[in-house]
């Protein structure tokens, strides 16, 4: 399998633009899907299919996937969005769910 | 609506088994197209993958637990099971099931359950 590389932490004020990564050599050519997971609850899922959100998630919330990087963006972010974040594929070859290391977001 | 919800012993003896019951409402556990996962979180650590099952009854296991876990499929109480052999203090976390969809190329978890703590000590 692979190794999906996260930043452990990332620090904003709150209406900026947080930035999160995910990085693998192949990922550009695979679906990315990212979850938000606040503390003691289960995570959700905020964008599908490198950039698509799920209904009920904020436009703030967008996504992008090229050559070696995913990326997660949160616009405007607010105090709520306080949370790990964490990347996921889907290992075609040995039919495995890939979960990244997850990124704490600080909104500060 | 779809709902998933845990169900088990919160607490283990080291060498036993973990067993973990998901129960399903909104949709049958039949219904083609889904894959019926189990995912673990370690106190603040992150996701962890240990496998699926589909309607079929076909599964699929992380390497990390390949060798002693086993899912399960009960359609007459819409649920599904994952038991967990010879745990260790190290497999004390939280454990979550989950629907995935997808396709043959790609996968993602839509519908999470509430997660369930077990604690292996004796």
């Known amino acids: 399998s692979f190794v999906l590389t996260q930043p452990p932490s990332v620090s904003v004020a709150p209406g900026q633009t947080a930035t999160i990564t995910c990085d693998e050599n192949t990922i550009g050519g695979r679906n990315v899907h990212w979850y938000q997971q606040k503390p003691g609850r289960a995570p959700v899922l905020v964008v599908r299919d490198d950039s698509d959100r799920p209904s009920g998630i904020p436009e703030r919330f967008s996504g992008s996937n090229s050559g070696n990087t995913a990326t997660l963006v949160i616009s405007r972010i607010e105090v709520g969005d306080e949370a790990d974040y964490y990347c996921q594929v889907w290992d075609t070859g040995d039919h495995l769910f890939v979960f990244g290391s997850g990124t704490k977001v600080s909104v500060l | 609506q779809v709902q998933l919800q845990e169900s088990g012993p919160g607490l283990v003896k080291p060498s036993q088994t973990l067993s973990l019951t998901c129960t399903v409402s909104?949709?049958?556990?039949?219904?083609?197209?889904?894959?019926w996962s189990w995912i673990r979180q370690p106190a603040g650590k992150g996701l962890e993958w240990i496998g699926h099952?589909?309607?079929?009854?076909?599964?699929n296991y992380s390497p990390s637990y390949k060798s002693r876990v086993s899912l399960s499929l009960d359609m007459s109480q819409n649920q599904f099971s994952v038991d967990l052999a010879s745990v260790a203090a190290a497999d004390t976390a939280t454990y979550f099931c989950?629907?995935?969809?997808?396709?043959?190329?790609?996968?993602?978890?839509?519908?999470w359950g509430r997660g369930s703590l077990v604690t292996v000590s004796s």
């Open positions: 989950a629907r995935a969809r997808g396709t043959y190329y790609n996968w993602y978890f839509d519908i």
């Open positions: 909104g949709v049958t556990v039949t219904a083609g197209g889904y894959y």
């Open positions: 099952i589909e309607a079929s009854g076909d599964t």
